[in-house]
């Protein structure tokens, strides 16, 4: 064997033991497949909190999106300009438009899939309708921002949103950007074109990559599912029934653990996503207790009712939408207007299942055997309205207002009474006509025939 030989030999086996000696360098990655919303961010909150846990050298964004709520995608964008543990990678898996083109630009290298386009980031409606100067305006300043920060050209970076910027060699005068995957290679604003991760790791020579694919728990999927617009929707019916048949039937109870559990189900995970914040809860709740003031204490139907029910389609509409207080700029356009009608058609279809079903649900065995019927309190003299012939035509006096339902005194025992008459105020006079289903059908002292 010539020195030739033994010296590549010897270059040969030094590469080799080198290659098994690197240290393997961790990248944790997370796929974005869906619009920049609620969902998306959660993911990448914890994507971004389990790649610092893991102490990864590279955070991998695989995205395919077509936009999404600007709010989301600032979010995220903010995220990675800020995170300095970790080197960031967007690759671009066929489509980063309109949020997604956002935040591609805030990462540290972009990589391009084989026919991919970035891109198209003017702000739009849910129609697809291009917004007012304002919108566009805020876009293009994200836009020029991000792409300063990471060096890259934010004249390019406006053009995604601005049909006005020229840039001749890329697009035609009055028509938004969108780059090819070889285009934004072409300019430096992605690195390099590939056809998979393999390719990214190659060229930044990370020869051991250690890759950890972040996982979506079940605790994230239940969450996606109750924030969906249909189950908000139904999760605001069984809030309003229950809060309908507790005042309708007072003691029972079972309703108000409905409306309780519906109104956990609905504030928690919007919440947990940053959208509902405490003042938002806090309104609502003050609205449930003004109707419930309205109803038992203030006689009429005035002001406390009417802010009250502002107060909870306020509650809820606001919290499924991201704001700063009243301040809706980053909200998608359009998503406002959606909530409202989705609380207020919910509480309309509750309202009217409760008309065409409410009585009967309220006597029907079923909910019988799950509700407590009776509450006594020897102190206050007080008993369930239990069968008693002698109660019919007896005179009593109202001890709450009765609209229709309420609570009566009969010879200093307390009832559960409806009135026949519709409204009767506290304190009002009345007699039994009837007494059917445990319940005391009774009218004013005024109206009885002679």
Not at 129 to 153: C, F, H, I, N
Not at 281 to 289: C, E, K, Y
Not at 301 to 310: K, L
Not at 404 to 417: F, H, L
């Amino acid at each position: 064997m010539n020195k030739f030989t033994k010296y590549i030999l010897g270059i040969l086996a030094i590469c080799f033991v080198s290659f098994f000696q690197a240290k393997a360098q961790t990248v944790y990655s997370v796929q974005i497949k869906e619009d920049i919303g609620p969902n998306a961010w959660r993911t990448m909150k914890n994507a971004i909190k389990q790649a610092k846990l893991s102490k990864s050298e590279y955070l991998l964004i695989d995205l395919n999106t077509f936009g999404g709520a600007l709010n989301f995608a600032d979010s995220i964008r903010s995220s990675l300009l800020n995170d300095n543990q970790f080197k960031t990678i967007v690759y671009v898996n066929n489509n980063a438009a309109s949020a997604g083109a956002l935040i591609s630009l805030a990462a540290d290298y972009i990589y391009m899939h084989s026919g991919a386009s970035l891109g198209a980031a003017s702000v739009v409606n849910q129609q697809g309708e291009v917004l007012p100067e304002k919108y566009q305006s805020y876009m293009r300043g994200l836009m020029r921002a991000t792409a300063e920060a990471k060096g890259r050209d934010p004249k390019v970076a406006e053009a995604f949103v601005d049909p006005a910027i020229s840039v001749p060699e890329l697009k035609e005068d009055g028509k938004l950007l969108t780059l090819t995957a070889s285009e934004a290679v072409k300019i430096g604003l992605a690195k390099k074109e590939v056809k998979s991760q393999v390719d990214i790791f190659s060229d930044l020579n990370i020869a051991k990559p250690d890759v950890q694919e972040h996982q979506i728990t079940w605790v994230d999927s239940l969450i996606a599912l109750l924030i969906n617009p249909l189950v908000s929707g139904l999760l605001i019916m069984g809030i309003i029934g229950g809060i309908y048949f507790e005042l309708q039937a007072p003691g029972i109870g079972f309703a108000l653990v409905v409306a309780l559990i519906c109104g956990a189900l609905f504030f928690a995970p919007l919440y947990l996503q940053g959208l509902a914040d405490n003042w938002e809860i806090a309104i609502f709740v003050l609205g449930v207790i003004l109707l419930v003031l309205e109803i038992f204490v203030i006689p009429g139907f005035g002001v406390a009712g009417i802010a009250g029910i502002i107060l909870v389609l306020c509650g809820l509409a606001f919290s499924m939408v991201a704001n700063d207080y009243f301040d809706f700029k980053l909200t998608q356009p359009g998503l406002l207007m959606n909530s409202f009608i989705i609380v207020i058609g919910a509480m309309i279809l509750t309202i009217v299942l409760m008309v065409i079903f409410g009585k009967n649900v309220l006597q029907s065995p079923t909910f019988k055997r799950l509700v407590l019927q009776d509450e006594q309190k020897a102190d206050e003299g007080y008993t369930s309205s239990v069968a008693k012939p002698n109660l019919i035509n007896k005179v009593g006096v109202t001890k709450t207002v009765l609209r229709p339902s309420g609570k009566i005194e009969i010879d200093n025992v307390w009832y559960d009474a409806v009135s026949l008459d519709s409204f009767i105020d506290v304190g009002e006079e009345i007699y039994v006509e009837k007494h059917e289903n445990y319940n005391l059908f009774v009218r004013k002292l005024s109206e009885r025939k002679a």
